[in-house]
């Protein structure tokens, strides 16, 4: 099994680093506040998901208005030739094949969904300095690396130090995801998220934006757990990349 030490993510994305994200409130109250709300465009992105399963399972909605535009469009075609059976038909078939890919999505949980609800009980179990849910997680050689521990932090250290200071000085008053990217891949068993954050810490009483990519392996279980944590941009600090 591929531990986080001897995981190297695809080069296109390889250096990362700054303060970790569990001590997201510490970094976001010794940051001083700038103008900037959202990352920048020239922030490294993860690839746009495959568009067949996207579209089936997943974001089924542009394709159920495009059915049923198609069955509208094809009923009032046959009505103006007096072909009202045929209308009707059209139409019906329409709300059918829609209702189906509805059904469809609703059933069918794909990796990249899994991975991102994984993603968000993590944000949420960071912000609210939950151990329990931390321990289930995060792999048991997680590692979260930032630029002063080059060797990174390990599981205990990290449960740890969300445990004794997010519940204390620093805690969260209010969290928020306000975006997730996913890709599942290309190594098997291995995905990779990158999350947006607006996080207001008790501490300041401010907003503020946070970005990071978080690398998930999958246990013989079928369990995502996250095995990296990397940050990528930080409100009031800027790109944590290092280009």
């Given at each position: ?14 250096r ?53 535009a ?91 130090w ?59 279980d ?18 944590l990349?290092?280009?």
């Amino acid at each position: 099994m591929l531990d986080a030490r001897a995981y190297q993510p695809p080069p296109a994305h390889a250096r990362r680093h700054g303060c970790p994200a569990c001590a997201l409130s510490l970094c976001l109250a010794a940051a001083p506040a700038l103008a900037i709300l959202t990352p920048p465009p020239s922030l490294p992105s993860l690839p746009r998901p495959p568009i067949v399963p996207h579209l089936l399972f997943e974001s089924p909605l542009p394709l159920v208005f495009a059915v049923l535009a198609a069955g509208c469009i094809a009923a009032i075609a046959f009505h103006r030739r007096a072909r009202t059976k045929h209308a009707g038909l059209a139409a019906g078939a329409s709300v059918l094949v829609s209702g189906v890919l509805l059904a469809l999505a609703s059933l069918v949980e794909t990796p990249r969904e899994r991975v991102i609800a994984r993603t968000r009980l993590l944000v949420d179990a960071v912000a609210r300095a939950d151990a329990n849910t931390l321990e289930d997680l995060l792999a048991p050689d997680c590692l979260v690396t930032f630029d002063r521990a080059p060797n990174g932090w390990e599981k205990p250290e990290t449960v740890d130090w969300i445990s004794d200071n997010l519940r204390g000085r620093y805690t969260v008053a209010q969290h928020e995801v306000t975006g997730v990217q996913a890709q599942v891949g290309p190594q098997r068993g291995l995905a990779r998220t990158r999350p947006a954050v607006r996080v207001t810490p008790d501490i300041t009483g401010r907003p503020h934006a946070f970005v990071c990519l978080i690398t998930w392996r999958k246990d013989p279980d079928g369990t995502w757990r996250a095995l990296r944590i990397e940050p990528l941009w930080l409100q009031g600090y800027g790109d944590l990349t290092g280009r």
